[in-house]
């Protein structure tokens, strides 16, 4: 090599070297922070009066505050494996909570056989980050399974914290370790805020068992569930305290903050009182109603993110693409995927075009449902029964609550909804329902056609509410634990 190519060369890299730190400097950092078993109506941003939410309120105040964000399917796992992944749980065969239910008698189908760990060779967020220089830190839940090769350290995780789901509310702690996660977290910030860093905070607030300082749960006399009140207004100040935390190290206008729920709020009676409602919607977590699929999500980037409410429907799997957008990161190129990027729209641009959004839950849920499937295209959605056949129709645009089906006033278009969810179905390879030899009907009719819980409406209050649930509660805690009450 001449002496002339060589100082060539070297004046090459000295020149692309600073571009390519400054670059790795500007890209933004990422908070994600789930809430468990949080409704699309608990927080007051979202019109809720009874609970207290002032930092997320000023949180969606700035940024993007979406009406029609959908979960990956309306149970734990099943949405967390599609928010890391950016699949639909039907297609990675992760389609209830892990480790999953029992079979029962009460049951027509039995339950399809699940994965029961994230397998290690989907690629998640955290991965995705991490490759591209990013520290990665989970502070919170997981749920995704603890088999070598599933854990979040084996996932993409440089740093991995996961208390106990509970804690003993005092002057320090909440009672669902909600301060101890933030505490790590904001350590985590303090630590790696010279370079970029995806920092996921998975709480386990307001899941059940329900528990809030005292003085919290005195502040809402008047709330539906008081304690459920406490929770929220716990969980609202550790977002205050990230938020700050952001402020203090300079990095708000370099850090896109998202917070979304896993699954719909929890509205049956599964221990103490009935936790929330989801009014206007119907039901909750475990159903395919818009209760159990509508999540609150908030999307904030001060100075990138416009102020706005977006109606248009988007689903938990597209924050993957998304989040590779807003950060200038290669997009994902699995053609498996089942998201798409939003980062144009956030950014202030026109509405995409028309999708459709398909799901499958072929479960029977603790919470009263049986397995299903449903599709959405427009304002009409379709909900298939898989262990009767029965075809629900709806319009959301007249009728969000689904209190009036269409099915047989429109037999064409349910039918024709229900071909291309069966397509759907095929094109994902999801996993179907055989029989049950030991289907007992006359254990199940208590549970399922006697008593319909998705149609409970709230009453004035929590405990009025769990009153209308405690005798199919007593049924149906019998049925899951194997016995047959007298």
Known sequence: MTLGRFLSMVVIVLVLAPASAAAAEERPNVVLI????LGINDLACYGRRDHATPHLDRLASGGSRFTSAYCGLSICSASRAALMTGKSPARLHLTTFLPGRPDAETQKLLHPAIVQDLPS???TLAERFRRAGYATGIFGKWHLGNKAGSKPEDQ???EVFLPATDSIPSATEGGKNEYAITRRAIDFIDRRKGGPFFLYVAHHNPHIRLAARPELVARHPDAFNPVYAGMIETLDDTIGLIGESLERSGLTRRTIVVFMSDNGGLHVLEGGDVPTHNTPFRAGKGYLYEGGLRVPLIVSWPGRIPAAVIDEPMVNMDLTPTLMDLCGLPAAAESSLDGVSLAARLKGGPAGPP?????HFPHYTNQGSRP??????????LIESYDDGRLELYDL??????RTDLAAREPGRARAMQSRLAAWRASVGAQSNEPNPNYRADLARPLYLDFDASAVRPLATAAETARVFERWRKLMNAAVAGSRPR
């Open 34 to 37: 789930l809430a468990d078993d």
């Open 372 to 381: 299903a499937g449903s599709l959405r295209e427009g304002s009409w959605k």
């Open 121 to 123: 060779s989907e690629v």
């Open 355 to 359: 999708r459709s959004f398909a799901f």
């Open 156 to 158: 993409g995780f440089d």
């Open 397 to 402: 645009a007249a009728d969000p609550g689904e």
